[in-house]
């Protein structure tokens, strides 16, 4: 990471690797990571709004992505067990990407099904729709990550993390911008909630993803990829395949049944301490995830004791991947780049989970949000992700990561401005061009930066622990956007988010001088 044995491209070199068809198939593979993401958050935020849902219950609803934060628990599930029959057709990789893809599928059909405004019990499915929609989008997370590390030298990581941005945002502009005109095409708005045109845009989302199917058949599995590093028995697979299942049942189960007890004690809470109750109502919804993740611990740790799994292969799968990477960074050194990891992201996430909602308060259209935002903010994107790569290949990941890091968090100060100007269009304009060429420098950047922390020996979970690490606060955090927005208004809101992404500059700066003196 801006070391002197960091590998460089020339311009002409960085030039020409865009032909590369391994680059070209990132750009598919990322359209079909982009087009999930925005039927959990903004475009579910939209039909949620519409539907009559309240603002608070909308925002909170993003923490059905926390599949994303959590994929480093089941990673090893995707990276270990071989799936019958289509393992030894397809590969390791591209059997666990179909079946991602399937699931994906299956789960916006699932949500197309259920109309959230006719009763809470639907909402409670819908929500549970979206958290299968989250869990098998971050599966396949798992795997095009593992393959886009795994497929090529480490020189091209940047240009390869590019194209990706390219297609993920794109598919992203599907889900986000397509659905909106299609939903307004289809005679839903704002006063006048159609369901049934929320059913057919969202069954045109799951038909869309059969571009990612057909990406995945016919690209060649990763020569890394194929290689089976550990080979247990059918038996040995399955017991840990229970292992898997019984610690996430733990999880949910007292995650589940904690939600009274928690609620009663942020009421005792705020009755002792009224004037900190959103702060204390946070700590404790924090209080009560930590409890569930102790549960699955201790559940895993009795399921060892009891033989059922080979503890041999527990700590091959789970243990060996965080052990090397503390090995060869040091645990100082380690410390600081997980915290980095865990707060690069941190305001433009916390930002972006309200930002529709922003849009439609400030009383822009659907169509405007969806032109604008959407189809021109691609555009924005695309040329960063574009710039980020040539730069990053250039002049190295550290300068590009502290560029894309400081421009992030500076470009949310535009939004305080959007914020008291009204519906102006030209002010909007300027907002997602700014914000959008930053956010497209900043993530090409990062990718690079956390594809280069990954051992090859321990691709799918490592790579999958540093992103589930990477979204895991700001997801938090952001399910608390909406009270927060409530409680002070937009302008204090972004200027807060602003003031959030400054401590990530002096982390970047750490980060690169332990590493350069290594």
Not at 358 to 370: H, P, T
Request: proline share 2%.
């Amino acid at each position: 990471m801006g070391g002197s044995n960091e590998e460089k491209l020339s311009w002409k070199e960085s030039l020409t690797v865009w032909t590369d068809p391994k680059v070209i198939a990132m750009l598919f593979l990322g359209f079909s990571a982009g087009i999930p993401l925005l039927l959990i958050f903004s475009t579910l935020s939209v039909w949620l709004r519409e539907a009559g849902v309240a603002r608070a219950a909308v925002t909170f609803f993003s923490w059905a992505a926390l599949g994303y934060s959590f994929k480093f628990i089941w990673a090893p599930v995707v990276d270990l067990m071989p799936l019958p029959l289509l393992t030894r057709k397809l590969g390791r990789r591209r059997s666990w990407l179909l079946v991602a893809q399937a699931a994906i599928i299956c789960a916006i059909i699932w949500m197309a099904s259920i109309d959230p405004a006719d009763n809470i019990n639907n909402l409670t499915m819908m929500a549970m729709a979206a958290v299968m929609l989250g869990f098998s989008s971050a599966t396949q997370d798992i795997v095009i990550d593992a393959y886009r590390i795994e497929c090529s030298k480490t020189a091209m990581q940047a240009m390869l993390a590019s194209t990706y941005i390219a297609g993920y945002r794109t598919g992203m502009l599907v889900a986000g911008a397509g659905s909106l005109f299609l939903a307004s095409y289809l005679g839903t708005k704002t006063g006048s909630y159609s369901y049934s045109a929320w059913k057919v845009t969202y069954l045109c989302m799951a038909a869309v993803m059969m571009a990612g199917v057909v990406t995945t058949l016919f690209i060649d599995e990763p020569e890394e990829g194929g290689k089976a590093r550990h080979v247990y028995s059918v038996n040995e697979y399955l017991r840990f395949l229970l292992l898997f299942l019984l610690v996430i049942s733990a999880f949910a189960v007292t995650f589940f049944y904690s939600a009274d007890y928690s609620t009663a004690l942020k009421d005792s809470v705020a009755t002792l301490f009224p004037a900190g109750g959103k702060i204390t109502g946070f700590l404790v919804e924090l209080l009560r995830f930590l409890f569930a993740v102790g549960a699955a611990l201790v559940a895993a740790k009795i399921i060892e004791l009891t033989g059922v799994v080979d503890p041999r292969m527990v700590r091959q799968t789970y243990i060996a991947p965080i052990k090397d990477f503390f090995v060869r960074y040091g645990g100082k050194t380690a410390l600081v780049i997980l915290l980095l990891v865990g707060f690069y992201r941190l305001s433009d996430i916390v930002l972006g989970v309200v930002s529709n909602v922003f849009y439609l308060d400030m009383g822009f259209s659907k169509n405007v949000i969806a032109g604008i935002t959407k189809s021109f903010g691609l555009a924005m994107i695309l040329a960063g992700g574009f710039l980020g790569g040539m730069l990053t290949v250039r002049f190295g990941v550290n300068k590009i990561l502290f560029l894309g890091a400081f421009l992030s968090s500076i470009t949310n100060l535009l939004f305080m401005a959007l914020a008291g100007s009204g519906t102006d269009v030209t002010m909007l304009t300027l907002v997602i061009a700014a914000d959008n060429l930053s956010a497209g420098i900043a993530t090409t950047a990062f990718i690079a930066f956390l594809s280069s922390l990954t051992s090859i020996s321990f691709t799918a979970v490592q790579y999958a622990i540093f992103s589930s690490l990477m979204t895991l606060f700001p997801k938090l955090i952001g399910g608390y956007s909406g009270t927060m927005v409530s409680t002070m208004g937009y302008e204090k809101f972004f200027l807060i988010t602003a003031v959030m992404g400054l401590p990530v500059l002096l982390l970047i700066w750490l980060v690169g001088r332990v590493l350069n003196e290594k």
